[in-house]
């Protein structure tokens, strides 16, 4: 099953996808996708009521996807995740997860248009496995005790300005991370047990329907239950917080590539996961 908001921005409707691919209203059993719901077992009161057959049927048409998950109330990225793409940004792999935040306010849906910051000459897109928190992990013992506190996963595009990012920022990657619209997420939350081999998954991006990066989450320096864990030695992951873990090799900051235009078409792809598609614009 497949847990997706429909409808427009602010008035998401929560719904799930079930295994025959009829999508089925939720809301009889929470408000909205979000922190609260996750934690208290949603994911598996989803599933029994899917097994019970009481989800209405939702017709979803021309419905806007949303983000998978309301507003987090954090959004924390690692950065230079895979070796290759720290090397193609200027890095040597580093010894520790590296991390930087971007505001809540700049995850979208995963076909809204991504806006082309005022002033940005270096607009780039990074594919990157999203981490989504279902239970408050805090000081955990172990990278074995992590996938607990995961409630799925789903796809991210942490949109980025080069120059804002390494120019303007005094070493601080945030800048050219935050601008509006730079964090489209979605279509799908997949509950973390129907996706058996999260370190086996095919990440890929297209702009203008040519290929851009193509790796596999194998490739990560850090997994994904390594970087939970050790995330939670340093600060409070709550449920419904977002982990963005790192994008591969493959970027317009490698020189291989131009930068993003209006106009440009971004596609970003997570075997298992789904497809996102952004059309660029002008703040
Ligand atoms: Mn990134």
């Not at 934690?39 to 949303?66: K, M, Q, W, Y």
């Not at 924390?76 to 306010?105: D, L, W």
């Not at 992951?237 to 900051?253: F, I, K, S």
């Amino acid at each position: 099953m497949k847990l997706v908001r429909l409808g427009e921005p602010g008035r998401e409707r929560p719904a799930v996808i079930d295994d025959q691919g009829v999508t089925r209203d939720l809301s009889a059993l929470t408000r909205d996708i979000d922190g609260a719901f996750l934690a208290s077992d949603g994911v598996l009161r989803t599933r029994r009521a899917l097994a019970e057959g009481t989800l209405p049927e939702l017709n979803s048409e021309g419905l806007r996807f949303g983000p998978p998950v309301a507003r987090p109330g954090a959004v924390i990225c690692v950065g230079q995740n895979y070796a290759a793409h720290a090397a193609e940004s200027g890095s040597a792999p580093p010894a520790r997860p590296v991390i930087f935040f971007k505001p809540p306010n700049t995850v979208v849906g995963p076909y809204d248009e991504v806006e082309i910051p005022r002033g940005s000459v270096r607009t780039d897109w990074e594919v990157e496995l999203a981490v989504v928190i279902g239970r408050t992990a805090r000081y955990l013992d172990s990278p074995a005790q992590a996938l607990e506190h995961v409630a799925g996963y789903t796809v991210s595009n942490d949109v980025s300005e080069r120059d804002f990012q390494l120019e303007h920022s005094g070493g601080q990657w945030s800048k050219g991370k935050s601008c509006a619209t730079f964090n489209p997420l979605g279509p799908f939350l997949v509950p973390t047990d129907e996706v058996p081999d999260v370190q086996g998954l095919r990440l890929r991006s297209f702009v203008n329907g040519e290929p851009r990066q193509d790796s596999g989450t194998a490739d990560m320096i850090f997994s994904v239950a390594q970087l939970v864990y050790d995330l939670s030695q340093y600060l409070v992951l709550d449920p419904g917080d977002v982990v963005n873990t790192g994008t591969p090799e493959g970027v317009a900051l490698s020189g291989r590539f131009p930068y993003l235009r209006p106009g440009d078409v971004m596609e970003i792809e997570i075997e298992g996961l789904g497809r996102q598609r952004q059309t660029l614009g002008a703040a």
